[in-house]
């Protein structure tokens, strides 16, 4: 089956809210002028020239366009042709968008057909604006000095924000170029007609293939937030002042944290991304850390949390650290930890001399 990734493009419709738990943002990036009701969708410093969609809409005047990032990348790129808030992602069928000729039938598994980047940037235009465009760069290219239209009339226009509004004939012409940096940069990118249902087009979306399965988070990150999720209000509060009092070294408010039974030495504490034993370790809190151990034997860090190769415990990822821990605390680590391995020596010599 050709690629298309449904999860990818039902994030367009997606509020505020769903998109940040999915470490996605929206950010508007102007209104396009259809004048044609032929959408071109291509790098337009490499080929403004490129054809329009086979498919026309219908609508003539001004449509908003924005992008999904993630980090300052792009992720989506969606022009609406009909205002979101009215339309439900169950309800939308989507189609590739294709140049005349074109044909789905023609692909394998995972190809798709996408406009061509080399200059690190994507767009939206009517068909109407490749003569705008190639009347500014021939006007510009004649002035003395003339390096390229990227130099000379859109870096200042991109700016910070990797995108632009463009007219190429000046504000207040009937034509405009709507550009953004294209996801991973240089490379190819699909893009598909969002469709009502009676087929009418409500959207068209360039899918720059960041992310998969309409989620930029990473598997640890989903794992993260599943476990944020699991917390009751209680102990999530519990665990944030715990955290809160190892890294401050408060020791007269650790214990009855610990007595409370809400929070553990030994649990990752969401906002910290570590337990309260590496946050005393990591803020130098030799106090705090003698009380987080108490007569225990030093319990093993978490999993997630090692670092392969380098601090698997405790007492490893306090050596571990760049700047020396108190010899106090490490001495503290050391007895703890060498408590935690009687028990399992004893245990190794019952199995050895009386095997089950």
């Known amino acids: 089956m050709a690629y298309l990734d449904l999860d990818n493009l039902r994030t367009i419709c997606l509020d505020d809210e769903a998109l940040r738990t999915r470490r996605l943002q929206r950010q508007p990036c102007g209104v396009l002028h259809i004048t044609s009701g032929r959408i071109v969708a291509c790098d337009p410093l490499v080929q403004p020239e490129r054809g329009p969609f086979a498919r026309r809409v219908s609508g003539r005047g001004a449509f908003p366009a924005e992008v999904l990032q993630h980090e300052g990348r792009h992720a989506l790129a969606v ?9 439900q992602a169950a309800d939308l069928h989507w189609e590739p968008a294709l140049l005349e000729g074109q044909s789905q039938d023609e692909l394998g598994d995972d190809e798709f057909y996408g406009y061509p980047v080399d200059a690190g940037v994507g767009c939206f235009m009517d068909a109407d604006c490749a003569a705008a465009v190639a009347q500014r760069e021939a006007r510009e290219s004649a002035n003395p000095g003339y390096v390229s239209y990227y130099d000379d009339v859109l870096d200042a226009e991109l700016g910070v924000k990797d995108m632009a509004d463009h007219y190429p004939l000046g504000e207040g012409s009937a034509n405009n170029v709507l ?27 360039t899918d720059f293939m960041t992310i998969a399965g309409g989620d930029a988070r990473s598997e640890d990150e989903k794992r993260d937030d599943a476990y944020a999720a699991s917390l009751s209000p209680e ?12 890294v401050h070294g408060d020791v007269a408010a650790i214990q009855p944290l610990l007595d409370a039974g809400l929070a553990g030495a030994n649990d990752i504490i969401p ?14 809190r030799t106090e705090a850390l003698g009380v987080l151990l108490g007569a225990a034997p030093c319990p093993a860090m978490p999993a997630q949390l090692r670092i392969e190769g380098e601090a698997e415990s405790y007492l490893a990822y306090a050596r571990w650290l760049k700047k020396p821990r108190a010899p106090e605390l490490v001495a503290l680590l050391e ?9 399992a020596k004893g245990q190794s010599l019952w199995k050895r001399f009386f095997p089950s």
């Open 79 to 87: 022009l609406w042709l009909r205002e979101r808030g009215g339309l």
């Open 179 to 205: 550009i953004f940096s294209s996801g991973w940069g240089d490379g190819s990118y699909p893009s598909f007609w969002a469709l009502d249902a009676s087929g009418e087009p409500v959207a068209l979306a």
């Open 235 to 246: 102990r999530l509060a519990a665990l944030e002042a715990l955290g809160a009092a190892a």
């Open 271 to 284: 906002s910290l991304g570590e337990t309260a034993l590496m946050s005393a370790i990591r803020m130098n």
């Open 335 to 343: 007895k703890s930890e060498a408590a935690a391995a009687e028990p």
